[in-house]
């Protein structure tokens, strides 16, 4: 074929599709290295927990082993790991209903009504993030102590809450301004309360917000340390400070580190999963924004 024959556009469009190619093969490969930067270091501690004592800190790592559970069989027999991680999941749960319970009304009360001074009221429910842990922890001590709540679950409970209350105001607070209040209007319309409203009408559609501050309630509550390492002597010990049993001052367990660790991951991977999918249900569905 004659050159003269060609299409004067067709180079163009050419070029066109050769750059849009290059452009997902470009952005294929960024999300690829990104997952790898990601999920490597679980996959390292993962293996770590699958090798026997003396091979999970070999250097070079042996990439191909044969993998053995007896590390997780020395967690399960150890009556001390079982019961700081049935605390964690009996604390860290209460937590997260009871911050849900008394935060989620506090958000829509201040989303809703004309409160005096409601700017002030954010900005001091807000600091109580503001300061670092280890400013507080001690005063907590204090606090704890004079009131018999030291090494205890309802003590950790409470402690949970302080955390994760700011968050769940705030970030709720926003998802029920994006709700149009015509939507209550309707219902009340209809014969509804506006107790009725805010249960079938706005909890609904600010569903993605609840499952969103959940997720991050839990996981706050789940990884939190500090705390748990002032407040807690026996009876109420979390599972993060078991797992820092294993850091002694000479040496460090890296088999049953990495064991604990991977443990102490499952419950949150679990709770993500659980909710994933009314997660993108509610997003795709279930939230109306204000024009």
């Keep these: ?28 490969a960024l999300l690829l290295t990104w997952a790898f930067v990601v999920f490597f270091p679980l996959y390292w501690l993962a ?27 020395q967690l399960i027999q150890d009556g001390e790991f079982v019961a700081a991680f049935a605390n964690s999941l009996l604390m860290v749960g209460t937590s997260v209903v009871l911050v849900l319970l008394i935060g989620v009304p506090a958000a829509y009360v201040l989303s809703r009504w004309d409160i005096p001074m409601e700017r002030d009221i954010l900005v001091w429910i807000l600091s109580s993030r503001m300061l670092p842990p280890i400013a507080v922890v001690l005063p907590f001590f204090i606090i704890f102590r004079a009131f ?20 769940v105001v705030w970030v709720m607070k926003a998802f029920f301004d994006g709700i149009p209040e015509t939507l209550e209007e309707a219902a009340r319309v209809d014969g509804a309360t ?90 795709s569905f279930g939230v109306v924004i204000k024009e």
């Design 194 to 283: 506006q107790f009725q409203g805010f249960l079938k009408v706005v909890l609904p559609a600010a569903k993605p917000g609840i499952f969103s501050v959940a997720i991050i309630s839990f996981i706050f509550a789940w990884i939190e340390l500090l705390f748990g390492l002032v407040l807690t002597s026996f009876e109420a010990v979390p599972v993060t400070l078991f797992v820092y049993s294993f850091i002694g001052s000479r040496s460090i367990e890296w088999s049953m580190l990495a064991a604990a660790s991977t443990a102490m991951i499952l419950p949150v991977a679990i709770f993500l999963i659980a909710v994933n999918k009314y997660l993108a249900a509610g997003l």
């Design 47 to 73: 293996s770590m927990s699958l090798k026997p004592p003396g091979e999970a800190n070999q250097l070079p790592p042996d990439w191909i082993f044969l993998p053995t559970v007896y590390n997780y069989l």
């Design 148 to 167: 018999n709540l030291f090494d205890t679950r309802i003590g950790m409970v409470i402690m949970y809450i302080s955390i994760n209350l700011s968050l």
């Design 1 to 28: 074929m004659a050159t003269s024959d060609i299409e004067p556009g067709s180079s163009q469009r050419l070029d066109k599709d050769t750059r849009e190619t290059l452009v997902r093969v470009v952005r294929h």
